[in-house]
């Protein structure tokens, strides 16, 4: 045990343990598990004995309990094993050299195992079973027989209960028991971490249902962002490899709802825990893309993420080029995008002026989706079969006869939604000649249709047409309901002229108030002149007054004059008198003088 640990603690503390000091702690830990085996009555733990002095003891037929730790030093072993392959070039013949001692480490385990059920020591058993757990679940049946084909000649293998001899060559029911022992026996964290990776292989194996309603019975989405990190890397592994088995089995709309959370994100490589990714608005301290980094997973552990963002788009694809074509039935539903994600690169890839042919899996997926739209069914056939990315699954031809198959169906879904108004009648064998689909089965999707009320229309049985409903016949087409919005927004414009020139002729007054005012305007003109006369009336009997006194006042202003005074009547009778008056006396007082 001091060996070992002096072994491990030689690392450095910046990189990995290297190569030939893990061997011998490997070799010292694999001394040390078969002293254990032939003598049965050692057992270390970590509440063991310990003897600090030199002197030899003898034990007559008794348990010998020494002080260590078994689970410590194979959780050292694995994580710097793990940490080599982190820090090697996975593309370099060295990678592939280190990958070489993955047999004789999982043995390790497998011995270990052995001893910690033999001591009964349930916690250390816990922890070992999910480091072969760990070995086992990401990879397929025929590599795991012959990793377990290895492990069948250690003598522990006959005795151990978790793993009977029976399922020998059963890799489906030997990940099973140990799932099902950490179930039973496990706490919460193991537990979730076993569900997890069974679910893995269970879509691994393309048994999508199983895992389907493994992962659902767990509940364990409902609290997955409270966990630790490494869990929920776990859990988006699961996800996506559930979208990848629902697509290989034709389920397109179950695949695309497991991966449209991951993908619609634009952070795969952190959440799969395969590179750290660079961030657009903020950047990574070192701490944190050192943490990062540790969690990365080794590259022959990783999720082919170009693969995966294939499968998302193609789903994506067949699911929202019926959807566009729809809104040609219901043009005022407002209608969100089933993939925003999709969208926005569609809309995007027709915004460019030149297009050249298709380099990569996004531009071939993009130009079949744009032949869809069109009805070129072959054509969006043709560009999706032609994508390499799909030799990478076990079962390819099967699965490009089946994307064939949907592009057909869809591309008649699309059909009926873009014409449906331009028809009131069309034949199933036209149609079927049309998209190269036998009558049956275009009569099956049809009759779908319309009792899912996707087409306002009927089947006529006995002429093998589809009768689209008046509704269909009213229902403008494309060019009709393009012109509609474009005389709804020049009349808008218009309205909008209207008032800005009625604010500049007006000086912010509507002419409705503007004709009001003139009206108040003549009111209260009108009320003035009905004063004058009123006044002018009232005023009649005065009238021999105030001539008498302008003719006085005619009089003093001759007066004023003669004299040299300066007076003047004016302003009625009033004026003239104290005209008269002032014009009198200047005459007088220049006479006086």
């Given at each position: 045990m001091t060996l070992i640990s002096a072994q491990f603690d030689s690392a450095p503390s910046s990189g990995y343990l290297p190569t030939e000091m893990w061997h011998n702690a490997q070799s010292r830990l694999n001394e040390l598990l078969a002293l254990l085996e032939t003598n049965r009555q050692i057992t270390i733990v970590e509440t063991g004995d310990s003897h600090d002095y030199e002197e030899d003891f003898e034990y007559k037929d008794a348990t010998i309990t020494l002080r260590g730790s078994i689970i410590a030093s194979i959780d050292r072993l694995d994580d710097e094993f793990t940490k080599s392959l982190q820090n090697i070039d996975p593309h370099t013949p060295e990678y592939v050299e280190r990958m070489r001692d993955t047999v004789p480490l999982y043995l390790t385990i497998v011995r270990s195992q052995g001893y910690f059920e033999r001591s009964n020591l349930k916690e250390s058993l816990c922890h070992v079973v999910l480091r072969r757990l760990e070995h086992l679940y990401y990879r397929t049946d025929q590599v795991n027989l012959h990793v377990e084909s290895a492990a069948a000649a250690l003598p522990c293998i006959s005795e151990s209960s978790v793993v009977p001899a029976s399922t020998a060559g059963d890799m489906e029911a030997i990940i099973h028991r140990l799932c099902t022992f950490l179930y039973l026996n496990a706490d919460t964290l193991l537990r979730s971490r076993a569900m997890l990776m069974h679910v893995f292989n269970h879509a691994l194996h393309k048994r999508y249902y199983v895992a389907r309603d493994l992962l659902l019975m767990s509940h364990i989405q409902e609290n997955i962002h409270q966990a630790d990190v490494n869990t929920q890397v776990l859990y988006n592994r699961a996800t996506a490899q559930l979208g990848l088995a629902a697509f290989r089995?034709?389920?397109?709309?179950?695949?695309?709802?497991?991966?449209?959370?991951?993908?619609?994100?634009?952070?795969?490589?952190?959440?799969?825990?395969?590179?750290?990714g660079q961030q657009r608005m903020h950047q990574l301290s070192p701490n944190e893309e050192q943490l990062q980094r540790q969690r990365q997973l080794p590259f022959h552990i990783s999720i082919n993420l170009e693969l995966l963002e294939c499968v998302f788009l193609t789903s994506s694809m067949l699911l929202e080029i019926p959807f566009m074509a729809s809104a040609n039935i219901n043009p005022d539903a407002r209608r969100a995008p089933i993939s925003r994600a999709f969208r926005r690169m569609l809309d995007f890839n027709e915004r460019q002026v030149f297009m050249g042919p298709p380099e990569n899996t996004r531009d071939?997926?993009?130009?079949?989706?744009?032949?869809?739209?069109?009805?070129?069914?072959?054509?969006?056939?043709?560009?999706?079969?032609?994508?390499?990315?799909?030799?990478?699954?076990?079962?390819?031809?099967?699965?490009?006869?089946?994307?064939?198959?949907?592009?057909?169906?869809?591309?008649?879904?699309?059909?009926?939604?873009?014409?449906?108004?331009?028809?009131?009648?069309?034949?199933?064998?036209?149609?079927?000649?049309?998209?190269?689909?036998?009558?049956g089965k275009v009569y099956a999707l049809l009759a779908r249709m319309v009792y899912n009320n996707e087409v306002q229309a009927s089947l006529d049985e006995v002429g093998g047409v589809l009768v689209f409903s008046r509704a269909s016949h009213d229902a403008s087409s494309r060019l009709q309901q393009t012109a509609l919005v474009l005389s709804n927004k020049a009349n808008t414009f218009a309205d909008i002229n209207e008032r800005v020139f009625e604010l500049k002729i007006y000086g912010g007054q509507a002419p409705g108030d503007r004709q009001q005012g003139g009206e108040r305007g003549e009111r209260q003109q009108g009320d003035r002149d009905g004063r004058s006369n009123q006044n002018r009336r009232d005023g009649g009997g005065q009238g021999g007054r105030d001539g008498r006194d302008n003719r006085d006042g005619q009089r003093g202003n001759q007066n004023r004059r003669d004299g040299g005074g300066q007076g003047g009547g004016h302003r009625g009778g009033r004026g003239g008198r104290r005209g008269g008056n002032v014009g009198g006396g200047g005459g007088q007082r220049r006479n006086d003088n």
């Amino acid at each position: 045990m001091t060996l070992i640990s002096a072994q491990f603690d030689s690392a450095p503390s910046s990189g990995y343990l290297p190569t030939e000091m893990w061997h011998n702690a490997q070799s010292r830990l694999n001394e040390l598990l078969a002293l254990l085996e032939t003598n049965r009555q050692i057992t270390i733990v970590e509440t063991g004995d310990s003897h600090d002095y030199e002197e030899d003891f003898e034990y007559k037929d008794a348990t010998i309990t020494l002080r260590g730790s078994i689970i410590a030093s194979i959780d050292r072993l694995d994580d710097e094993f793990t940490k080599s392959l982190q820090n090697i070039d996975p593309h370099t013949p060295e990678y592939v050299e280190r990958m070489r001692d993955t047999v004789p480490l999982y043995l390790t385990i497998v011995r270990s195992q052995g001893y910690f059920e033999r001591s009964n020591l349930k916690e250390s058993l816990c922890h070992v079973v999910l480091r072969r757990l760990e070995h086992l679940y990401y990879r397929t049946d025929q590599v795991n027989l012959h990793v377990e084909s290895a492990a069948a000649a250690l003598p522990c293998i006959s005795e151990s209960s978790v793993v009977p001899a029976s399922t020998a060559g059963d890799m489906e029911a030997i990940i099973h028991r140990l799932c099902t022992f950490l179930y039973l026996n496990a706490d919460t964290l193991l537990r979730s971490r076993a569900m997890l990776m069974h679910v893995f292989n269970h879509a691994l194996h393309k048994r999508y249902y199983v895992a389907r309603d493994l992962l659902l019975m767990s509940h364990i989405q409902e609290n997955i962002h409270q966990a630790d990190v490494n869990t929920q890397v776990l859990y988006n592994r699961a996800t996506a490899q559930l979208g990848l088995a629902a697509f290989r089995l034709g389920k397109i709309q179950e695949s695309f709802e497991h991966t449209v959370e991951l993908m619609s994100t634009g952070h795969q490589r952190e959440l799969l825990a395969q590179g750290v990714g660079q961030q657009r608005m903020h950047q990574l301290s070192p701490n944190e893309e050192q943490l990062q980094r540790q969690r990365q997973l080794p590259f022959h552990i990783s999720i082919n993420l170009e693969l995966l963002e294939c499968v998302f788009l193609t789903s994506s694809m067949l699911l929202e080029i019926p959807f566009m074509a729809s809104a040609n039935i219901n043009p005022d539903a407002r209608r969100a995008p089933i993939s925003r994600a999709f969208r926005r690169m569609l809309d995007f890839n027709e915004r460019q002026v030149f297009m050249g042919p298709p380099e990569n899996t996004r531009d071939h997926i993009m130009a079949a989706a744009k032949a869809l739209a069109a009805g070129e069914w072959e054509e969006a056939r043709d560009f999706i079969q032609s994508i390499r990315i799909w030799s990478l699954l076990p079962d390819s031809e099967e699965i490009t006869a089946m994307l064939a198959s949907k592009i057909q169906v869809e591309a008649l879904r699309t059909y009926l939604f873009t014409y449906a108004t331009q028809f009131e009648a069309v034949g199933l064998a036209d149609l079927a000649t049309m998209f190269s689909l036998p009558k049956g089965k275009v009569y099956a999707l049809l009759a779908r249709m319309v009792y899912n009320n996707e087409v306002q229309a009927s089947l006529d049985e006995v002429g093998g047409v589809l009768v689209f409903s008046r509704a269909s016949h009213d229902a403008s087409s494309r060019l009709q309901q393009t012109a509609l919005v474009l005389s709804n927004k020049a009349n808008t414009f218009a309205d909008i002229n209207e008032r800005v020139f009625e604010l500049k002729i007006y000086g912010g007054q509507a002419p409705g108030d503007r004709q009001q005012g003139g009206e108040r305007g003549e009111r209260q003109q009108g009320d003035r002149d009905g004063r004058s006369n009123q006044n002018r009336r009232d005023g009649g009997g005065q009238g021999g007054r105030d001539g008498r006194d302008n003719r006085d006042g005619q009089r003093g202003n001759q007066n004023r004059r003669d004299g040299g005074g300066q007076g003047g009547g004016h302003r009625g009778g009033r004026g003239g008198r104290r005209g008269g008056n002032v014009g009198g006396g200047g005459g007088q007082r220049r006479n006086d003088n």
